[in-house]
Nanobody, 119 residues
Framework: QVQLVESGGGLVQPGGSLRLSCVASGNIDSTYTMSWYRQAPGKQRELVAVITRGNSNYADSVKGRFTISRDNPKNTVYLQMNSLKPEDTGVYYC??????????????WGQGIQVTVSS
């Protein structure tokens, strides 16, 4: 049974910081690509950051402010969010995916966690 559990969200003032964590259990290992997505009210879910074994990429809107990292022995991926803006508000989701040898795509989502940036 695969589970992704996010934590670390909450309310923060503009300019503040938060660190989200996503702990993976079950058959998730370091070969999975790990991502953070977010969904603002009334908007589509969007990719925020993604990390593979050796590379990371970011949405233009968060470059220079957010950092994705992973701790493989702990099966945990993090999203450090600095200089937060009101437009960063939304539900943040952790995702794990992997293309298997038979071309089947395994993907799993966390339940999501609320991040609110407001004064």
């Amino acid at each position: 049974q695969v589970q992704l559990v996010e934590s670390g969200g909450g309310l923060v003032q503009p300019g503040g910081s938060l660190r989200l964590s996503c702990v993976a259990s079950g058959n998730i290992d370091s070969t999975y690509t790990m991502s953070w997505y977010r969904q603002a009210p009334g908007k589509q879910r969007e990719l925020v950051a993604v990390i593979t074994r050796g590379n990371s990429n970011y949405a233009d809107s968060v470059k220079g402010r957010f950092t994705i990292s992973r701790d493989n022995p702990k099966n945990t991926v993090y999203l450090q969010m600095n200089s937060l803006k009101p437009e960063d508000t939304g539900v943040y989701y952790c995702k794990a995916d992997k293309l298997l040898s038979d071309n089947t795509l395994n993907n799993y989502w966390g339940q999501g966690i609320q991040v609110t940036v407001s004064s």
